[in-house]
T-cell receptor, first 113, second 113 residues
Framework: GEQVEQLPSSLIVQEGASVLINCSYT??????FPWYKQEPGKRLQFIID?????ERKQNQRLTLLFDKKTKHLSLHITATQPGDSAIYFC????????????FGSGTKLTVEP | DPKIIQKPKYLVAVTGSEKILICEQY?????MYWYRQSAKKPLEFMFS???????DNQTASSRFQPQSSKKNHLDLQITALKPDDSATYFC????????????FGPGTRLTVL
């Protein structure tokens, strides 16, 4: 079945640093890649997405890069703050079941002051 | 933000019993979903509904039955509970089917003894 691999599983950085979270998928019929953030004790929160006809999308300090050829995505977070500490999940949906999201195992980001 | 409500927040059940997890959304969305997050696996898609009709079912077991009495309700009935069913169950909704941002509820943490 479809799989989404996410690395690293955890990251600890100092405030102000940049981080990179990587995600890869197995199915070529990919269409949509939303990313979510889950702070401790809180619900998953949508942060950014990209569709398969795009290569790059930016939302403030978040930049999402997509390489269709290598089936790889990267989420770049710049100028990290302690409030960015959370688990970050990549996900993907594939044709024809657009509604079905497959999630990676998550990256736990800790930003130390 | 209480726009997606899940009840109860915590639930303890005994093996073999039956429970219903409640989900209501007040976002005016037409599509609703159930996901499961356990310690052993990444967040897993279970069901999707659109206009109260089942669209996708990725759950192998018939012990899990979604129920939609109203457009903004999608409850999850689980019968013959097993310890392996212990997980946090998340409800989500989106504007429509397909590649739309999904909004997640706070989850119901189910423990089966």
């Amino acid at each position: 079945g479809e799989q989404v691999e996410q690395l690293p599983s955890s990251l600890i950085v100092q405030e102000g640093a940049s981080v990179l979270i990587n995600c890869s998928y197995t199915d070529s019929a990919s269409v949509y890649f939303p990313w979510y953030k889950q702070e401790p004790g809180k619900r998953l929160q949508f942060i950014i997405d990209i569709r398969s006809n795009m290569e790059r999308k930016q939302n403030q300090r978040l930049t999402l890069l997509f390489d269709k050829k290598t089936k790889h995505l990267s989420l770049h977070i710049t100028a990290t703050q302690p409030g960015d500490s959370a688990i970050y999940f990549c996900s993907a949906s594939f044709m024809p079941n657009y509604n079905v999201l497959y999630f990676g195992s998550g990256t736990k980001l800790t930003v130390e002051p | 933000d209480p726009k997606i409500i899940q009840k109860p927040k915590y639930l303890v059940a005994v093996t073999g019993s039956e429970k219903i997890l409640i989900c209501e959304q007040y976002l005016g969305h037409n599509a609703m979903y159930w996901y499961r997050q356990s310690a052993k696996k990444p967040l897993e898609f279970m069901f999707s509904y659109s206009y109260q009709k089942l669209m996708d079912n990725q759950t192998a077991s018939s012990r899990f039955q979604p129920q939609s009495s109203k457009k903004n309700h999608l409850d999850l009935q689980i019968t013959a509970l097993k310890p392996d069913d212990s997980a946090t169950y998340f409800c989500a909704s989106s504007q429509g089917q397909g590649a739309y941002e999904q909004y997640f509820g706070p989850g119901t943490r189910l423990t089966v003894l």
